[in-house]
Protein backbone atom coordinates (compact mmCIF):
# COMPACT_ATOMS: atom_id res chain seq x y z
CA UNK A 1 0.00 0.00 0.00
CA UNK A 2 1.19 3.57 -0.62
CA UNK A 3 0.04 7.42 -1.43
CA UNK A 4 1.45 8.79 -4.12
CA UNK A 5 1.72 12.50 -4.59
CA UNK A 6 1.67 14.99 -7.55
CA UNK A 7 0.99 17.84 -8.52
CA UNK A 8 3.47 20.27 -7.03
CA UNK A 9 5.47 22.58 -9.10
CA UNK A 10 6.61 26.61 -9.61
CA UNK A 11 4.30 29.12 -9.48
CA UNK A 12 4.20 32.77 -8.87
CA UNK A 13 1.83 34.54 -6.44
CA UNK A 14 -1.58 34.52 -6.81
CA UNK A 15 -0.89 31.05 -8.92
CA UNK A 16 -2.70 27.89 -8.84
CA UNK A 17 -1.76 24.88 -8.38
CA UNK A 18 -3.67 21.14 -7.90
CA UNK A 19 -2.26 18.84 -6.23
CA UNK A 20 -3.22 14.73 -6.48
CA UNK A 21 -2.23 11.76 -4.19
CA UNK A 22 -4.06 8.44 -5.22
CA UNK A 23 -4.01 5.36 -3.12
CA UNK A 24 -2.65 2.08 -4.34
CA UNK A 25 -2.49 -1.05 -3.11
CA UNK A 26 -4.14 -3.91 -1.88
CA UNK A 27 -6.38 -2.50 1.24
CA UNK A 28 -10.49 -2.82 2.00
CA UNK A 29 -10.89 0.83 2.89
CA UNK A 30 -9.13 4.25 3.58
CA UNK A 31 -10.45 6.62 6.55
CA UNK A 32 -9.73 10.36 7.14
CA UNK A 33 -6.89 11.89 4.53
CA UNK A 34 -5.80 14.74 4.12
CA UNK A 35 -2.82 17.46 3.40
CA UNK A 36 -0.19 18.48 5.32
CA UNK A 37 3.25 20.88 4.62
CA UNK A 38 6.57 21.70 6.00
CA UNK A 39 8.65 24.80 5.30
CA UNK A 40 12.06 24.61 5.41
CA UNK A 41 13.13 24.59 8.88
CA UNK A 42 9.88 24.09 10.30
CA UNK A 43 7.75 21.44 11.48
CA UNK A 44 4.89 19.48 9.71
CA UNK A 45 1.72 21.36 9.81
CA UNK A 46 -1.82 20.35 8.95
CA UNK A 47 -3.46 21.79 5.76
CA UNK A 48 -6.45 19.99 5.45
CA UNK A 49 -8.72 16.59 5.82
CA UNK A 50 -11.27 15.15 4.73
CA UNK A 51 -12.99 12.41 5.68
CA UNK A 52 -14.76 9.29 3.33
CA UNK A 53 -18.16 10.79 3.91
CA UNK A 54 -16.93 13.90 2.63
CA UNK A 55 -16.85 16.35 5.85
CA UNK A 56 -13.65 18.45 4.94
CA UNK A 57 -11.45 20.22 7.21
CA UNK A 58 -9.15 23.55 6.58
CA UNK A 59 -6.50 25.14 9.26
CA UNK A 60 -7.18 29.06 8.84
CA UNK A 61 -4.77 30.20 7.12
CA UNK A 62 -5.74 28.59 4.19
CA UNK A 63 -9.94 28.95 4.10
CA UNK A 64 -11.47 30.43 0.97
CA UNK A 65 -8.18 29.81 -0.82
CA UNK A 66 -8.50 26.04 -0.91
CA UNK A 67 -10.16 23.17 -1.69
CA UNK A 68 -9.47 19.90 -0.44
CA UNK A 69 -11.81 16.70 -2.37
CA UNK A 70 -11.82 13.22 -2.80
CA UNK A 71 -13.13 10.99 -5.06
CA UNK A 72 -13.41 7.42 -3.08
CA UNK A 73 -14.18 4.92 -6.77
CA UNK A 74 -9.88 6.52 -7.87
CA UNK A 75 -8.93 6.32 -4.12
CA UNK A 76 -7.33 9.85 -4.80
CA UNK A 77 -7.65 13.27 -2.76
CA UNK A 78 -7.03 16.80 -4.45
CA UNK A 79 -6.13 19.59 -3.11
CA UNK A 80 -6.99 23.07 -5.32
CA UNK A 81 -4.72 25.85 -4.30
CA UNK A 82 -5.73 29.43 -5.48
CA UNK A 83 -4.34 32.67 -4.58
CA UNK A 84 -1.33 31.28 -3.49
CA UNK A 85 1.28 33.11 -1.31
CA UNK A 86 5.03 33.03 -0.91
CA UNK A 87 4.18 31.68 2.39
CA UNK A 88 2.39 28.92 1.03
CA UNK A 89 6.03 27.40 -0.12
CA UNK A 90 6.55 24.03 1.45
CA UNK A 91 6.60 20.64 0.96
CA UNK A 92 3.01 19.20 0.66
CA UNK A 93 2.22 15.24 1.95
CA UNK A 94 -1.01 13.51 1.95
CA UNK A 95 -1.66 11.59 4.65
CA UNK A 96 -4.50 8.85 5.24
CA UNK A 97 -4.96 8.16 9.10
CA UNK A 98 -6.18 4.80 8.45
CA UNK A 99 -5.76 2.04 5.43
CA UNK A 100 -7.33 -1.35 6.17
CA UNK A 101 -5.83 -3.94 4.53
CA UNK A 102 -7.82 -7.12 3.17
CA UNK A 103 -7.32 -9.76 6.11
CA UNK A 104 -7.64 -7.17 8.81
CA UNK A 105 -5.31 -4.68 10.61
CA UNK A 106 -4.73 -1.40 9.51
CA UNK A 107 -1.89 1.76 9.54
CA UNK A 108 -1.28 4.96 8.72
CA UNK A 109 0.06 6.31 5.42
CA UNK A 110 2.15 9.06 3.96
CA UNK A 111 3.02 9.85 0.44
CA UNK A 112 6.61 11.08 -0.58
CA UNK A 113 5.81 14.57 -0.88
CA UNK A 114 5.34 17.36 -3.29
CA UNK A 115 7.29 20.67 -3.43
CA UNK A 116 5.30 23.66 -4.18
CA UNK A 117 7.16 27.22 -4.57
CA UNK A 118 5.47 30.36 -4.69
CA UNK A 119 7.53 32.86 -5.94
CA UNK A 120 6.61 36.80 -4.97
Known amino acids: VQLQASGGGLVQAGGSLRLSCAAS????????MGWYRQAPGKQRDLVAT???????NYVESVKGRVTISRDNAKNTIYLQMNSLKPEDTAVYYC???????WGGGSAVYWGQGTLVTVSS
Open 95 to 101: NADRITW
Open 25 to 32: GAFSSIGT
Open 50 to 56: ISNGGNV
